[in-house]
């Protein structure tokens, strides 16, 4: 029987389904170091946060048939090494959308109306904050979002359907077209659309194209009413400008899931600002969404170890050699 590791916990009912077809491992605990001397030794991966699959960690790998990502992002998996070594990688980019899309919703509404400074205050005893705070309506407001696709595009539909907000974009790997296809504004100036809106949301992957995009001129355009959102990765803003913005009064409020570098030190300057709301990177952790991600993975695994074309490849060209 074929043998799939999986290195961090994900749905029960994932892990109910792999058993039906592979001898499923669950290293849940191990270090870094100890999954890498059981790699050898398996056909399958389900890989979660927490472990990176580089080019020297398939140097040694001979019966490794897939790699399976469980969630949306590449980054923590070297593609092209991969494709060199005929491994297919499947991973779920319609798995975390609802549930990624929500959170960021969320961070944008307490953001708005201060949750973190009244929660402090209130479990402090400090009721009279309420003569202290204004918040902020997002009615009609203006949203510009960095990246329009899947989780981008709900985002934009919540903010759109349930708050009337008028909806700019700026992604380049879409077109004019497309972007407005998807009830957009398009935009091809990022600094351009930080002056224009009220909210900025982050939708768009790490890869080098976007590593600090969000930088000091785009935090400065957006100026000191504005909202900045991250619920994608950390890398791509630049953390001490955010900071300095939100310390200075450049930056009304921020909205964080994602940190550079991941887990954040203890003593980031973030922790201590009233005017940020902070969650670890957990905006697809709902019931829903992890079931969704671990069966959408478990089933391309096991598609990929049966000899079928799975459903989501992140390198297809391998499959088209099989």
Do not use: W
């Amino acid at each position: 029987m074929k043998k799939v590791l999986i290195n961090k916990p994900i749905h029960n009912d994932a892990i109910k389904r792999l058993t039906e077809e592979v001898e499923v491992l669950t290293p849940f605990k191990a270090s870094a170091d100890e999954i890498l001397t059981m790699l050898p030794n398996v056909q399958g991966m389900v890989l979660c946060a927490g472990f990176k699959v580089s080019a020297d960690t398939l140097e040694n790998v001979r019966e490794l048939e897939v790699i399976g990502r469980h969630g949306a992002g590449l980054e923590i998996v070297d593609i092209q090494a991969a494709t060199r070594k005929h491994i297919p990688v499947v991973f779920t980019p319609e798995g975390p959308t609802e549930s990624t899309a929500e959170h960021a919703f969320l961070l944008m509404m307490a953001a708005a109306r201060k949750l973190s400074m009244l929660n402090r205050a209130i479990c402090s005893g400090n009721f009279d904050i309420r003569d202290q705070v204004v918040g902020m309506e997002l009615r009609g407001k203006k949203v510009g979002i960095v990246g329009l696709g899947r989780i981008g595009q709900r985002f934009a539909e919540m903010c759109s359907n349930a708050l009337d907000m008028k909806i700019y974009a700026f992604d380049p790997f879409l077109a004019c077209d497309q972007v407005e296809a998807r009830g957009a504004i398009y935009c091809d100036d990022l600094l351009a659309m930080a002056r224009e809106v009220d909210i900025v949301s982050v939708h768009c992957p790490a890869v080098p194209q976007t590593y600090r995009l969000i930088n000091a001129a785009v935090l400065a355009a957006l100026g000191p009413k504005g909202i900045m959102v991250n619920a994608a990765r950390g890398q791509i803003v630049d953390e001490a400008a955010l900071i300095q913005a939100l310390r200075e009064g450049g930056l009304a409020a921020a909205g964080l899931d994602v940190y550079d570098p991941e887990p954040p030190a203890k003593d980031n300057p973030l922790f201590q600002m009233d005017n940020v709301v902070l969650t670890p990177h957990l905006a697809s952790f709902t019931e829903e969404g992890r079931r969704r991600m671990g069966l959408m993975v478990a089933e391309d695994v096991l598609r990929v170890l049966r000899g079928e074309r799975p459903l989501y490849p992140a390198n297809p060209e391998v499959l088209s050699e099989k």
